[in-house]
Antibody
């Protein structure tokens, strides 16, 4: 069974930084393209970004509101995906989901809550 | 960036009746060389992550009941639930994956009448 488990969500002040992790099991992580999607409280889904597998170049793409502030990385030796968030704003408050960026095998974690508030 | 607009924002349908949700993209998501529409539909129930229902605009995901169907091409798409069941109460989102940043519609809340 494929499982994605996010962690690292916390309360952080505006301007601060936070790193989220997503541990993956049950699939060959190194071959997987992975992504992050967020959802502000009571709001809709917002695409944060994705990272391709290293064999496909390992490149990243980001949503417009987070470009230049957020960085997606992966550690294939640990089967773990990361989201480094810098210069956080109150509007970044959301549940952050990691998911497999795949149509045939589209799996999501349960999410981790990030709250940006003074 | 491609903007996705869903209609209606909310919808109330009786059990066993048909539910129809529309999605419009600000530019075509049809990739001409493959003749595929880069459009997906997700279902999200309260307290749960989204679940992929439909991709390539009309291909059902694994285990998705056949009462769910997707149609459309280019910029206009529809998700249809042929006979609404109680477990279909949820918020539904369309998403384009034609070009990054991949964007979602604002969501349509489906309730029981």
């Amino acid at each position: 069974e494929v499982q994605l488990v996010e962690s690292g969500g916390d309360l952080v002040k505006p301007g601060g930084s936070l790193r989220l992790s997503c541990e993956v099991s049950g699939l060959t992580f190194s071959n997987a393209w992975m992504g992050w999607v967020r959802q502000a409280p009571g709001k809709g889904l917002e695409w944060v970004g994705r990272i391709k597998s290293k064999t496909d170049g390992g490149t990243t793409d980001y949503g417009t509101p987070v470009k230049g502030r957020f960085t997606i990385t992966r550690d294939d030796s640990r089967d773990t995906l990361y989201l480094q968030m810098n210069s956080l704003k109150t509007e970044d408050t959301a549940v952050y989901y990691c998911n497999t960026d795949s149509l045939v095998r589209n799996i999501w974690g349960q999410g981790t809550l990030v709250t940006v508030s003074s | 960036d491609i903007v996705m607009t869903q209609s209606p924002d909310s919808l109330a349908v009786s059990l066993g009746e048909r539910a129809t949700i529309n999605c419009k993209s600000s530019q075509s998501v049809l990739y001409s060389s493959s003749n595929e529409n880069y459009l997906a539909w997700y279902q999200q129930k309260p307290g749960q992550p989204p679940k992929l229902l439909i991709y390539w605009a009309s291909t059902r995901g694994s285990g998705v009941p056949d009462r769910f169907s997707g149609s459309g091409s280019g910029t206009d798409f529809t998700l249809t639930i042929s006979s609404l069941q109680a477990e279909d109460v949820a918020v539904y989102y369309c998403q384009q994956y034609y070009s990054t940043p991949f964007s979602f519609g604002q969501g349509t809340k489906l309730e029981l009448k």
